[in-house]
């Protein structure tokens, strides 16, 4: 009865140990990869124990005072040493379907691709590179196939069963090579077929674009004769269809020579391109500046004058006189000198009229320069008024006064960039911060240089601003910004005083033994300590350096601190020299 019990023990721990190793070997394959040969050496070594395991044991085994039957032990570890032996086939098997699916994906794709018909050169180049590394390619797949063979050698030695899906796409990607091989030789054909057809094409393609360009060398030939200014819009249009034509011929042009290079061809030359874009240049130049000047001059002399933008009607009105100036001593054609002529002439009329337009777009002119300009004038003139234009201030004769009204302007700028400096020291400050670092229950403060350097800097332009002649209009709040610079100035050194002061005596008055003996000095630094702390923690909620130094008797509180602790300091000089007498006695 014993012996019965043993054999069965054995029995289950064989299999209860079937599942786990099994999961275990699946687990080892999947992550450290054995090659083939391992995977073949393993399987013999299994099914050599299998063998070991039949012939080592006995059915049963008689002992004096038992009897060990073995049979059930002996065939659980045969059962899982072919459950372990299925494992490794059944994970060759999927990974041979895996494999032979990818191998025979690749193979349509390239039997799709060689049979594609080109509809552009740069298809059919790519198409015939694909094709002629055809052989090479099948190559490649048919080497990769090999192991998909040796794979399958493995699992038919060892007798594990192969679905008939898996058998089909084996042999379905065995013939795959022959199919290709077949439609290759068809597809050069092909191939060279498209490529006399395209190189046809070219030619056909490149005769067009000359006979192109040979028709828009006389159109342009013919802008010669375009002499109506008054049909500015019409000939633009004109103008920029031609613009338009040249750049589409360019670009065929362009691709053109790709495709010669793609089919080994000679590159076409084109020097024709070269010589109607030299001649199309003076006349696309000439009627651009009509167009631009028909647009913009309108502008100029009826808009409303100080919406127009003085430095840009300057630049353009000079930039377009000296072109067209130059195109019209160059110009071939009497008719397009003669429109030169006239938009020449019509610039230079105009350019007369452009420190008006700069002195009365000036943004430093305010209602008092308005009213200086107006009394000159003898006339209201009002810059918001949509209907003061250039012609309209030259009706009243505003050219007359042009000396008196530059200065008036120039007074006005020289005011306006005082305003600009005030208005950039106030923004800069606006956003400076003091620096500080906790220190016990409170703040203390730190990095003060760059407050203190910027502060220099804008006390010393200010008074600078001060003394210039133009201050008057924003003088008050000159001398205000001064004042509270000065103000700033005199608090941060007040407060370093009193910062450096109070961080030497709080570790001292923190000890009760001095607070009792030196009662009225440690009453007078409770003060000061309070003030410090409630100032400290203001700053370090909001440390806008003009936002903490406009808080109400800031600068007067660190004054009487610091006499306070001037108060505080010679006390405790006395009670330490009286200390030190009474240690030397």
């Not at 200014?229 to 040249?246: A, G, L, R």
């Not at 362009?254 to 109607?276: F, G, T, Y």
């Not at 930039?319 to 397009?336: A, C, D, F, G, M």
């Not at 420190?355 to 320069?369: E, F, T, V, W, Y």
Request: aromatic share 8%; charged share 30%; net charge negative.
């Amino acid at each position: 009865g014993e012996g019965e019990e043993e054999e069965e023990e054995s029995a289950e721990d064989a299999e209860k140990g079937d599942g786990d190793d099994d999961e275990a070997e699946e687990e080892s394959m999947n992550s450290t990869g054995p090659t083939l040969q391992e995977f073949k050496a393993e399987l013999v070594q299994i099914y050599k124990d299998i063998d070991e395991i039949q012939g080592l044991s006995l059915n049963e085994i008689q002992f004096p005072l038992l009897r060990v039957r073995c049979k059930s032990a002996r065939t659980g570890l045969i059962k899982k040493a072919v459950s372990k032996a299925n494992v490794i086939l059944e994970y060759l098997a999927e990974t041979n379907q895996s494999e032979c699916g990818r191998i025979e994906e690749s193979f349509k794709v390239l039997f799709s691709d060689i049979q594609t018909k080109s509809d552009t050169t740069e298809q059919m180049t790519k198409l015939k590179s694909i094709i002629e590394g055809c052989p090479q390619r099948t190559d490649e797949l048919m080497k990769e196939f090999e192991n998909v063979s040796a794979r399958t050698a493995v699992i038919s030695e060892f007798f594990h069963p192969i679905s008939n899906a898996d058998f089909e796409l084996y042999w379905k990607t065995y013939s795959w090579p022959k199919k290709i091989f077949e439609v290759q030789e068809l597809s050069l054909q092909r191939i060279h077929e498209e490529q006399l057809n395209f190189m046809a094409q070219l030619e056909r393609s490149n005769e067009n674009v000359n006979d192109n360009l040979d028709i828009y060398s006389e159109e342009v030939d013919r802008f010669g004769d375009f002499d109506n200014i008054d049909k500015v819009d019409e000939t633009y249009k004109i103008i920029e269809s031609m613009e338009k034509k040249i750049a589409d011929a360019k670009k065929q042009i362009a691709l053109n020579q790709s495709r010669e290079l793609l089919l080994h061809r000679p590159k076409s030359i084109w020097p024709q391109l070269k010589s109607l874009e030299k001649n199309f240049e003076p006349f696309k130049l000439l009627w651009t500046i009509a167009e631009n000047l028909s647009s913009a001059y309108p502008e100029w002399t009826d808009g409303q004058l100080t919406a127009l933008d003085p430095e840009a009607v300057e630049e353009n009105s000079e930039t377009w006189y000296r072109q067209v100036n130059k195109l019209s001593r160059q110009i071939p054609s009497e008719s397009s000198k003669k429109v030169a002529n006239i938009i020449k002439q019509k610039l230079d009329d105009f350019r007369s009229n452009i420190p008006i337009i700069s002195a009365l777009c000036n943004k430093g002119l305010r209602d008092r320069h308005w009213a200086q300009i107006s009394a000159l004038v003898g006339q209201t003139i009002d810059p918001d008024d949509i209907a003061m234009s250039l012609n309209s201030l030259l009706q009243i004769n505003v050219a007359e006064h042009m000396e008196k009204i530059q200065e008036i302007s120039d007074y006005a700028r020289k005011e306006h960039n005082l305003e600009t400096q005030l208005e950039n020291m106030q923004s800069e400050w606006k956003i400076t911060q003091f620096d500080v670092k906790e220190h016990g229950v409170t703040y203390i403060l730190r990095g003060l240089d760059p407050i203190q350097e910027l502060l220099d800097d804008h006390i010393v332009k200010t008074q600078g601003m001060r003394a210039s002649s133009f201050v008057k209009a924003i003088e008050k709040d000159v001398k205000e910004w001064d004042q509270q610079l000065q103000n700033i100035q005199d608090i941060i050194e007040e407060w370093l005083k009193v910062q450096s002061v109070w961080l030497y005596l709080e570790p001292i008055f923190s000890s009760a033994d001095i607070v009792r003996q030196m009662p009225t000095e440690s009453a007078e630094f409770t003060i000061v300590d309070a003030l410090w702390k409630n100032v400290m923690k203001s700053c370090a909620e909001s440390p806008y350096v003009l936002q903490v130094c406009t808080i109400e008797n800031l600068l007067r509180g660190f004054r009487e601190s610091n006499k306070r602790l001037d108060k505080i300091m010679k006390g405790l000089n006395q009670y330490l020299e009286t200390k030190r007498l009474f240690f030397r006695s």
